[in-house]
């Protein structure tokens, strides 16, 4: 009777691996909630406008002047954005007299 019951417990050991390997116990994670989350990250860049660059001017100082009041985004947000109007133009590097992109936050 002993050896039956160790034959029946294999048995339902080998079939619940199977069960598992084959169909799995954990539920398949939807793609369009992958799809809705990426979606969801991709940001438009912010509005900007043409200035020239004055004597002291700084990067800083003519998006504050620009938007009228103390910045709601964080200075690296400011030098991302001036860097992607600017093709890389670092803000270290405007020149006076120059034209620049500079962006506009609501």
């Known amino acids: 009777m002993k050896k039956f019951l160790a ?3 294999v048995i339902i050991i080998i079939y619940s ?5 084959n169909f799995g116990t954990i539920p ?11 979606n969801a990250t991709i940001e438009k860049p912010a509005p900007y406008i043409n200035k020239k660059v004055n004597p002291g001017d700084t990067v800083l100082s003519i998006v504050e002047k620009i938007n009228k009041s103390p910045l709601t985004v964080p200075i690296k947000q ?6 992607k109007f600017n093709h890389n133009i670092a803000p270290e590097e405007i020149q006076i007299g120059q ?8």
């Open 28 to 38: 398949v994670v939807s793609q369009t909630t992958v799809k809705s989350e990426k």
């Open 99 to 106: 034209v620049y992109k500079f962006p506009i936050y609501k």
């Open 7 to 9: 034959f029946v417990a």
């Open 17 to 21: 691996v199977y069960i598992d390997i």
């Open 78 to 83: 400011v030098i991302i954005d001036f860097k």
